[in-house]
Each structure stands twice: as structure tokens, then as C-alpha cells.
């Protein structure tokens, strides 16, 4: 693949630069594969939520911890396919995931050790920006450069080097774009439980610390998160 035949134009741009090329990116040229993917990966993982608070009558952190685990592992997806979707029309979900099968032990690998790094340096609550900014582009080094599970940590690490603030500065915006998701879902489960008069399951997030909607908006946030 050359940079040439790249379907978006290559040039530095501003953070709200990067979100608003994330909206059109979706809505204009990813949009529906996105909703295939979706369909396939997002709706099955906020059933499985779904389950374990309803079935399983899990508590909403476990159900929060659980949700975030599988959203982290299918942002892999979403990372594939907007490679692919970059430099050619007509990506298929046969072509994302053969894509992602191929560097499957690679990226499993990679989430093991940024899990362990992930608990170490949470316990110093101060080490976590740190972490968040050398793993920002773990996947793409991992899925996409074809590094090895130890080898992407370290060239992610390696990307930002020199460029902490601004990276941190990314992080912050896209964990703001991921509760932004979270707080309109919610606000709109609110709204539809006051004017239908339904019981008072799809809110109650602010009460409660968590919900239906909310569980909803985080799921609807990857492919936005992914794709920015």
C-alpha cells in the first residue's frame, strides 16, 4: 500500500481537527462496514453486560470492568478496518478479520503486557498518564506494523517520544469523547423513561453507577475512539 492512494489527505491537524475528520471519516466512508462490525462484535459484548447484571445480578462495577475488558480487545477490530478502509473501498468483515487472525498471537500478547504494565503502574495513580500515553498507539505497531507483543509496546513508546504533552493532550480528548458518549446515552435513556413512563431501567447511572444506557454509550464509543 502507498501513501499515495491513501483515501484521506495526510497532513498534521489539530485535535479538533482529528475529531471532526473522526465524524465525517464514519459517517462518510466507514460507516457501513462499521455497522456490520458492530453488529458482530459491539451488539454481543453489551449483551454479555447485559447478562451479568440481569441474569448474573453482577454489581455495576464488575459489569463497568467487564465491559470496558471487551471493548479494549474489539477496539482491535476497528483498528484493521479503518487500515484498510484507508487505501481502498469495498473492505469486507471477511477481509478485517482475516486481517486480524493473522496477528492474532502478536495482539493478544500485546494486551497481556499492557495489562501487567497497566496494573503496575496503577498502583501509583500518577504513573497511569504515562502508561496511557507510551500504549496510545500499541495497536497500530501491533496490528498494523506486524511488531511483536513486546516489540509494539516499545515502538509505541518509542512514537511519542518527545511529544508527552501532546499525546497526553490526545488521551485526555478521546476519554472525554468516551464519557461525552456515556452522559448523552444516558440522558437520552432518562428522556425515554420520563416520556414513555418505563420502569426505570435505562437510567440510573448517576444514582445507581451505572445502567443500561450507559453500558450502551461506552460500546458506541469505540469505533469513534478507533477511528479519530
Not at 62 to 78: E, S
Amino acid at each position: 500500500m502507498k501513501v499515495g492512494d491513501a483515501r484521506v489527505v495526510l497532513r498534521p491537524r489539530s485535535l479538533g481537527e482529528q475529531m471532526e475528520l473522526g465524524l465525517r471519516w464514519q459517517s462518510a466512508l466507514a460507516g457501513p462496514l462499521y455497522l456490520k462490525l458492530s453488529a458482530l462484535c459491539l451488539l454481543p459484548s453489551f449483551a454479555l453486560c447485559l447478562w451479568a447484571r440481569y441474569s448474573e445480578k453482577a454489581e455495576w462495577a464488575d459489569v463497568w470492568l467487564l465491559a470496558m475488558t471487551l471493548n479494549v480487545v474489539i477496539q482491535g477490530v476497528f483498528t484493521v478496518a479503518n487500515s484498510l478502509l484507508f487505501f481502498r473501498e469495498g473492505v469486507t468483515v471477511k477481509q478485517v478479520f482475516a486481517q486480524l487472525r493473522s496477528r492474532l498471537g502478536a495482539y493478544i500478547g500485546m494486551l497481556f503486557f499492557a495489562s501487567l504494565l497497566f496494573i503496575g503502574m496503577a498502583m501509583t495513580v500518577f504513573l497511569i498518564p504515562i502508561f496511557c500515553t507510551r500504549c496510545l498507539f500499541a495497536y497500530e505497531t501491533c496490528l498494523l506494523e506486524g511488531q511483536s507483543a513486546l516489540k509494539s509496546l516499545n515502538r509505541s513508546s518509542t512514537m511519542v517520544r518527545g511529544l508527552s504533552f501532546q499525546t497526553l493532550g490526545t488521551c485526555i480528548s478521546l476519554s472525554l469523547a468516551v464519557l461525552a458518549f456515556i452522559t448523552v446515552s444516558e440522558l437520552l435513556g432518562l428522556g425515554a423513561t420520563e416520556i414513555l413512563d418505563l420502569p426505570p431501567m435505562l437510567g440510573g447511572f448517576f444514582e445507581e453507577g451505572g445502567s443500561i444506557m450507559a453500558i450502551a454509550g461506552l460500546h458506541l464509543s469505540t469505533p469513534f475512539v478507533t477511528g479519530v
